[in-house]
């Protein structure tokens, strides 16, 4: 029987591979980012790829440009291009659940300053992150960094910790101040991820979604719902890519399931004024004296 340090130690390993992984595959994929190349020819590049290497991806490839903050990812048959945009790579990648999470944006559009200030503010947050910090120091340090380059950061996002086939749970790391945070401590696996601006400093959900994710187990009458159903399975609670599934009544089948309350949708987020917005992220492991990056 293991025991529980033991235990501990092979999930801390599973978090480093996931990581080494998803740091393969970003940056294989970020050169394959340019004008003129497909969208969903670089989800899918990531998706495989990640697959390839021992890992499995932990939501669709995101890929947010210009206005978009995060959640687009391309349709099946999609066959939009790159042009001049401010493109976000939001990657995920996990070993048996266990998740690394990192994101980098390519500047097509020629605005280099958008892009360092969410760089240079996800460097200054890790450079205070301890066991013991709280995390308004945090947002405290990621909006300075922001707001010194004349930009504002999107301050409704926030980073998150990272659980076993859970993307998003507590703690909230704020891209701003705050009056009031929460204690980090040793061993929590969360993830930084600044949002810079030239906008208002907001985003909003947008119109669209092609991603989902499952809540909830309940009873559906429709075959194709319950076929659907089916093939969600193997992403448990993990978000996945309406282009994964297949079905002659798609559309219909995942109306239902989100009436039912048994998915639901993540819109894609925009800015609200229209605002360009750089995105920078790393997943880290909190340390008593720092933290240890698994995305590097």
Not at 36 to 56: C, K, M, P, T
Not at 66 to 94: C, Q, R, W, Y
Not at 141 to 148: L, M, P, R, S
Request: charged share 25%; aromatic share 6%; with cysteine.
């Amino acid at each position: 029987m293991k025991d529980k340090l033991q235990e501990i130690e092979e999930i801390i390993g599973k978090y480093v591979t996931a990581g080494k992984i998803l740091s393969q595959v970003r940056d294989e994929a970020k050169d394959k980012i340019k004008i003129g190349a497909r969208l969903l020819d670089v989800a899918e590049f990531v998706e495989q790829r990640s697959i390839e290497l021992g890992g499995q991806p932990a939501f669709p490839c995101n890929i947010s440009r210009n206005d978009e903050a995060a959640h687009a990812t391309p349709s099946a048959g999609d066959e939009t291009v790159f042009g001049k945009d401010m493109v976000k790579l939001d990657i995920g990648v996990h070993i048996d659940g266990y998740i690394a999470d990192a994101a980098l944006t390519i500047d097509l559009s020629g605005n280099p300053d958008l892009v360092k200030a969410s760089e240079d503010a996800l460097y200054a947050a890790i450079d205070v992150i301890k066991s013991g910090v709280d995390t308004k120091e945090i947002g405290a340090v990621i909006e300075d960094t922001i707001t010194g380059y004349g930009l504002k950061p999107v301050s409704n996002l926030t980073g998150h910790g990272l659980a076993q086939y859970f993307t998003h749970t507590p703690p909230g790391i704020p891209n701003k101040h705050i009056e009031h945070g929460v204690i980090l401590n040793k061993g929590d696996i969360i993830a930084i991820e600044p949002f810079a601006t030239d906008g208002f400093g907001k985003i909003a959900d947008g119109s669209w979604a092609e991603i989902y994710h499952t809540v909830a187990r309940k009873p559906v009458r429709l075959p194709a719902a319950r076929k659907l159903m089916k093939q969600m399975e193997q992403y448990k609670t993990l978000p996945f890519a309406k282009r994964w599934l297949e079905s002659d009544k798609l559309d219909f089948a995942l109306i239902q399931l989100e009436r039912a309350g048994v998915i639901m949708s993540y819109p894609v987020l925009k800015e609200v004024e229209g605002g360009l917005i750089s995105q920078a992220e790393h997943t880290v492991i909190v340390t008593d004296d720092g933290c240890d990056i698994t995305t590097k």
